[in-house]
């Protein structure tokens, strides 16, 4: 069953997804139009999504150009149940925020804090505000409350 929600308050099944250890993939938009699409792990504030990146990576400089993307949060222990979520990336946060950050998601993910080793430039936080989410699985229902 699918259930889809118009406006930028989260839907219940996208904060819970988001809020477990379960991947996203992110779509941007390349300079030519076409798609790029990325697996990266996400978190939430109850109000906004986030995912964390650098600033040299395709997905940044994407997102500075157009800010327009979908991003799909796949329940790691259904991969049947998902929220499909349209939005615009409305905050890039960087510094020492960021840095801190990816130590969370890291923890969340991995048990243990993102190396060092492996950040070749600036972290950076991209918060996301859905303007159109659907989920997908058992338990959601066309036409409810949330539609």
Known sequence: MAATK???ELHPTTEELANGPNYGVITTVLPSGKLQN???????DGERLVVNTEVHRQKFKNVERDPSVTLTIRDEQDPYRYAEVRGEVVEAVRRQEARDHIDELSQKYTGQDYNPDDIKSERVMLWIVPSRQTVVGPGEQEGSPAS
Request: glycine share 20%; aromatic share 20%.
């Open 6 to 8: 118009n406006g930028p």
């Open 38 to 44: 990325h697996y990266i792990w996400v978190g939430t």
